[in-house]
């Protein structure tokens, strides 16, 4: 054995002809039949044991269904080819945001389910419609910040020294200020819109996934399997990316979870105290601004159901939350019998 650019290379012993070698994650199941399941399957198996984070996910899932198919969906100018064409033709429910002057602050009734607001629009179509916004905003925040703060955290954690430093210090910095003010902040200085508040709540959001991340890979990187990639002549990228993120990623994927419900929560906190998007969107936050007047005239229902469905939604999404979490506990036993899991 040799040592080559502080590397350990080991005589007679050619890498490359290795045609396949068993997976050091954990994560990746076994070629072979019946045994070393990955640790995604008994965390699925696990997961599917838990009522309530399948009646989240079921309760999430007509959101998302109902949203999408409220309205048809029509590609924007910025396809210069199919702009105007539509890719989705079904439509539930009306015009969000046609107005009927003449069913002015109806209460909820057969004709409107949900009833009608000041300028005589129909409050179930717009909360249905206005799930795309709020949603949308949720889910492609969470996924930014993911994809900002995961390699930043697993490049900090890896490397360590000067570079640990620098990430570090920028978080902590950054983590001085309030969640809500930062994006406050930010939304002051790019503007309104739909993706100016996308980027406020990545900007803040990618924080939490980047010390999560180093924290699990400043014990990971240690690990046996670790030092084998390295004696095998594996670079670093290889050894972050294929071996060391994917065993770390588990309490990522809890906070994630979480976290979209927390996102979908400050977009209509943003837009409730009027720095979300235009007056007259369907966004929920936004409808709860413009509405929260009529609670003084007994107009009960303007503000009642878009704020039920953001409740409906965060719970449902703190469920499938818990039920992940459970599903991959470091304590929870893998190993698997003819009974089921034990």
């Not at 990618?206 to 014990?219: K, P, Q």
Request: neutral net charge; glycine residues 12%.
């Amino acid at each position: 054995m040799s040592q080559e650019r502080g590397r350990i290379t080991i005589e007679g012993f050619d890498a490359s002809d290795v045609e396949q070698r068993d997976p050091l994650s954990t994560w990746e199941p076994s070629m072979e039949s019946g045994e070393g399941k990955g640790r995604l399957y008994y965390a699925w198996r696990r997961f599917k044991q838990n009522r309530l984070a399948l009646l989240g996910c079921l309760t999430i899932v007509v959101m998302v269904v109902a949203a999408v198919f409220a309205r048809p969906i029509q590609l924007p100018s910025e396809f210069p080819v199919l702009a105007g064409q539509t890719i989705q033709p079904i439509s539930l429910v009306t015009d969000p945001a046609g107005q009927n002057l003449l069913d002015t602050r109806q209460a909820p009734s057969s004709e409107y389910w949900f009833g009608t607001d000041w300028a005589g629009r129909d409050i179930f179509s717009r909360v249905l419609y206005g799930g795309r916004f709020s949603l949308s905003i949720g889910f492609i925040a969470v996924s930014l910040a993911l994809f900002i703060g995961v390699p930043l955290g697993a490049i900090s954690g890896y490397y360590g020294g000067i570079v640990d430093e620098v990430i570090m210090r920028v978080v902590d910095m950054l983590y001085a200020f309030p969640f809500i003010v930062l994006a406050i902040a930010i939304i002051a200085v790019v503007g309104r819109g739909y993706w100016e508040m996308v980027a406020a709540l990545v900007l803040v959001g990618w924080l939490s996934y980047a010390r999560i991340i180093r924290g699990e890979i400043l014990s990971i990187k240690e690990n046996e399997y670790v030092l084998a990639a390295k004696a095998l002549g594996a670079r670093d990228r290889s050894i972050i990316g294929r071996h060391i993120v994917p065993n770390a990623m588990a309490p990522v994927i809890v906070q994630a979870t979480l976290s979209v419900g927390s996102q979908v929560l400050a977009a209509a906190a943003l837009g409730f105290i009027g720095l979300g998007l235009s007056p007259g969107s369907a966004e929920w936050g936004t409808m709860l601004n413009v509405g929260r007047d009529s609670l003084g005239r007994g107009e009960w229902w303007i503000t009642f159901f878009p704020g039920f469905a953001i409740f409906l939604f965060v719970m449902a999404i703190n469920l499938v939350g818990d039920g992940v979490r459970d599903a991959f506990d470091p304590q929870g036993k893998t190993e698997q019998t003819e009974g089921g899991m034990r």
